[in-house]
């Protein structure tokens, strides 16, 4: 599902409506930075999860290594 060039069109003139031309930049700010904010967050939860899983399969050999002698 993609956006024409009406629909990007119709939307644009409904925000510039709805919140003036003044506060438009103030939105695609906001807008900006909780873009960055979320990937930030996105990707200290992989990093996290990655860490999880490394030391999990680090136990898991250990444990393996212990119970095969």
Not at 6 to 33: D, H, M, N, Q, S
Not at 40 to 54: C, P, T
Request: hydrophobic share 40%.
């Amino acid at each position: 599902m993609s956006l024409g060039l009406t629909e990007i069109a119709l939307i644009l003139v409904v925000v510039l409506v709805l919140f003036g031309g003044k506060r438009i930049p103030e939105l695609a700010k906001a807008l900006g930075k909780a873009q960055y904010e979320y990937k930030k967050a996105k990707e200290m939860l992989q990093n996290e999860a990655q860490e999880l899983k490394d030391s999990v399969e680090k136990a898991a050999k250990e444990e393996e290594n212990k119970s095969g002698k």
